[in-house]
């Protein structure tokens, strides 16, 4: 069995939020929510200024503190090592957004995707409700909303229950990359097995030394950062699964 892992390379990462854009298409992610997302960093004094990002996402953490808070069992690991969360059996009490230390749960305080539902056109008289948008474009609540997403998790989410991000469960199951990992332009997003010592993540956390989050919490964390500035090259590659 194979146990997944993730490698951002920063120096590689120019913050463009590619990841973030291709997540919220890829799993239908409501607005105020972010299971893709980054830290921004300033650094300098106007006008010698410069950005550091460190990109953020659900750890999929060893020793999961989500996981042990949850008392019916919704938020659970799979055997692969990624953490998924079960809407289902979810009663959105929050214990796992409470413990989780990287803030990267969130609840669904109100109806997903409110916009469009809004029977209200922007221009009365001259433009469509975003309702009518919705309904000339045949979506079910969105104008685009993916299928795949159903596969494994309701396609959106209900109000009432936490949701994050799952490394694309639905899509690795069928030997496909995380769409973060496929969509970024830079190649900073490398994906594969860790407990393969040939895999493109062993052989990058093998060659330069990485960090994690938090990682003094004893969680294990299973995203991986490397270079914030090294002028060591190497094949640019996604991984594999």
Not at 133 to 159: H, M, W
Not at 173 to 187: E, I, Q, S, T
Request: glycine share 10%; with cysteine.
């Amino acid at each position: 069995m194979p146990r997944y892992a993730m490698v951002i390379d920063l120096q590689r990462c120019v913050g463009c939020g590619g990841c973030s854009v291709a997540c919220r298409n890829e799993n239908n992610v409501p607005d105020g929510i972010y299971w893709s997302n980054k830290i921004t960093e300033t650094v300098g004094t106007f006008p010698d200024v410069r950005f550091h990002y460190i990109p953020t996402l659900c750890n999929h953490c060893e020793n999961a503190p989500c996981v042990r808070g949850c008392p019916t069992g919704a938020m659970h690991k799979l055997d692969n090592g990624i953490t998924m969360h079960d809407p289902d059996k979810c009663i959105g009490c929050k214990y796992c957004e409470f413990n989780c230390p990287y803030g990267v749960i969130y609840f669904n305080w109100r109806k997903p995707h409110p916009f469009w539902h809004d029977e209200r056109p922007l221009i009365k008289g001259g433009t469509m409700s975003a309702s009518e948008v919705t309904q000339k474009a045949g979506g079910k609540v969105l104008p685009y909303s993916n299928p795949d997403r159903e596969e494994t998790l309701p396609g959106i989410r209900p109000k009432g229950v936490v949701e994050k991000c799952t490394f694309c469960d639905h899509r690795v199951r069928k030997n496909l990359l995380p769409y973060c990992v496929g969509a970024c332009p830079a190649d900073a997003r490398i994906f594969g097995d860790i407990s393969d010592p040939k895999s493109e993540v062993s052989k990058l956390l093998g060659r330069f030394r990485p960090f994690r989050l938090r990682e003094h919490l004893g969680t294990n964390p299973q995203v991986y950062y490397i270079r914030g500035y090294n002028p060591a090259q190497y094949e640019p590659s996604k991984g594999g699964v």
